[in-house]
């Protein structure tokens, strides 16, 4: 299972038909260091790997359509036996043209000397101004020799325009491809949460459950977890981003896992959240029942053609009236959620595109006016929650939160991809009921 090498060249042909007579530039991923020398497994850059399919670093890759010879050309690490008896093998120079479609390929080291034959016909330069300081000095070098030249040429690169409004669009729209791979990521994380539910118990700690968790991602042929693992029992699931996980659970608590895997770099997100002992407590059954008619609903209004928002918003007015009903709200429903009086439970979006990265890329909204609509082969999460931390401060107005409801966080996060006719769910192996999240 993957990507053919005929979708990335159909990719790329996309791509230069809308850059037109520009020349668009794409950087590989820097290497991350863990500490000192120790390096971090490497993850090359979402956008790079859509093109190219190429894993290494050191790498920048050139599309320039108006080239008469070379439309995609590849700068790479050259072949090193002596480097890569510590590092790894290295596709090198030749390989790079055999293996990843390239029309030209050169050394990373001869950048600087080829990549100007590429830009000069180029009527703008395509390249997102990223983290990496000093490769974005090295392009805005190349645009600003290529200026000096202007006023006797009259044909140079006039702006450089940044690539995501460009590939953005591309990336939202998940291929057939695309979404098996999105299918067998979520199949997997899937798993790993049917064990987790079966593994935790009170007395367990949460890096344990972690444990079971990440060993089921790589058992089942997964690159690992698609982001740090989210186990948090009781008070912990109030932190949205919990990873410290060393907590040993107890009975008569709640535990929330917000845990994905990655697969062939497209990745799964799950979060479900269920009874350590067993059995819900009165305010935790009522709290989860509330977050579940919640996410319900909002996964009703998932459907081709419809504003993105329109799930977020069936999912906030649910939760709050289900406050105002329980008495930890109070007033009038619409003048709650337009003064976002409801924001000390609930802070936080219902849902986010999901693919390449876990945030994927895409626009929610055009021109601060109108939603994205939703469209076959988009995948997004609903994932709507509760949290009532001990430090929980109301907003003005609103009542003082007796103790019983204190400690409890609550999400239940669900993957979906738009077909033509509605939803498919792409996690639905993962219990969810109440029936089923007691033991």
């Known amino acids: 299972m993957g990507i053919d090498k005929r979708e990335y060249q159909q ?3 996309q791509l230069m038909t809308k850059i037109g007579n520009g020349t668009a530039i794409f950087r590989s991923a820097p290497m991350a260091v863990m500490h000192n020398d120790v390096e971090y497994v490497y993850r090359q850059d979402s956008d790079f790997y859509y093109l190219t399919g190429f894993n290494e670093p050191e ?25 890569e008896t510590w590092t790894g093998y290295r596709c090198g120079v030749d390989a790079a043209k055999e293996i ?22 180029a009527d703008r330069i395509y390249y997102c101004l990223g983290r990496d300081k000093n490769f974005n000095n090295v392009i805005i070098s190349h645009w600003q020799r290529l200026m000096a030249r202007y006023q006797k040429q009259g044909t140079v690169p006039l702006a450089i325009e940044d690539t995501r409004p460009v590939t953005f669009p591309m990336r939202l729209h998940k291929s057939p491809a695309e979404i098996a791979m999105m299918r067998k990521a979520t199949e997997i994380s899937a798993k ?22 990440e060993h089921t991602f790589r058992l089942e042929g997964g690159i690992g977890p698609a982001y740090p693992s989210i186990v948090a029992s009781s008070a912990n699931a109030c932190i949205l981003h919990y990873i410290e996980n ?10 929330l896992i917000d845990a994905g895997c990655s697969y062939g770099y497209y990745n799964g997100d799950i979060t479900r959240t269920f009874p350590v002992g067993g059995k819900f407590t009165a305010e935790q059954k009522t709290l989860y029942e509330l977050v579940l008619e919640a996410q319900l609903k909002a996964i009703a209004e998932v459907q081709p053609g419809k504003p993105y928002n329109e799930f977020h918003d069936m999912a906030v007015c649910v939760l ?27 802070m936080h979006r ?36 509760i949290y009532i931390s ?50």
């Open 11 to 13: 990719r790329r042909e």
């Open 100 to 121: 990843y479609g390239a029309d030209e390929a050169y050394p990373i080291a001869e950048l600087d000397e080829k990549l100007p034959q590429y830009l000069l016909n």
């Open 390 to 439: 001990p430090y929980i401060q109301p907003a003005e107005g609103q009542p003082e939160i007796p103790d019983r409801w204190k400690g409890i966080g609550i999400r239940i996060e669900d993957d979906l991809l738009v077909t033509e006719t509605g939803h498919d769910i792409l996690t639905a192996a993962v219990p969810k009921s109440v029936g089923d999240m007691e033991k």
């Open 320 to 346: 709050v009236q289900g406050l105002i009903d329980l008495g930890l709200l109070k007033g009038d429903l619409e003048e709650i959620i337009q003064e976002e009086k409801y924001k000390p439970f609930y």
């Open 192 to 213: 790993a949460h049917n064990r987790a539910f079966e593994f935790a118990r009170p007395g367990v700690y949460e890096y344990q459950v972690q444990a079971e968790i």
């Open 246 to 255: 060393d907590r040993a659970m107890q009975d008569n608590e709640l535990l």
């Open 350 to 385: 219902t849902g986010h595109w999901l693919g390449l990265d876990v945030h994927d890329v895409g626009v929610y909204m055009h021109n601060q006016e109108s939603w994205q609509i939703l469209q076959p082969g988009h995948i997004l999460t609903v994932e709507p929650g």
């Open 59 to 83: 790498a920048v890759a050139v599309f320039a359509p108006h080239h008469e010879e070379h439309r995609y050309i590849l700068f790479v690490q050259p072949k090193d036996p002596k480097k």
